[in-house]
């Protein structure tokens, strides 16, 4: 699987949890990079840049938006 593609499962199992569907990048790595660097196979020495990257991108993509500068996203 695809990081982007492993990504963006991880935000929808964690935000549809949550009220107003928002989540922060700590509780994102927290809860789900170990199973996206399992799901993705990937042996990268620095995963969670790796996430924070993927994240950015899908919020350029309109998947997700900033709700505050402290690494708060909705998922949209």
């Known amino acids: 699987m695809k990081w982007k593609d492993a990504v963006r499962q991880a935000i ?5 949890s949550r009220p ?11 809860a789900e990079l170990a199973r996206i660097v399992r799901d993705t196979g990937s042996r990268g020495a620095t995963p969670e840049r790796t996430l924070e990257r993927e994240c950015q991108e899908l919020r350029d993509l309109g998947f997700i938006e900033f709700v505050d500068n402290d690494g708060t996203y909705r998922l949209r």
Request: glycine share 6%; net charge positive; hydrophobic share 50%.
């Open 12 to 16: 929808v199992r964690l935000a549809s």
């Open 20 to 30: 107003g569907k928002v989540f922060s990048l700590a509780e994102l790595r927290e």
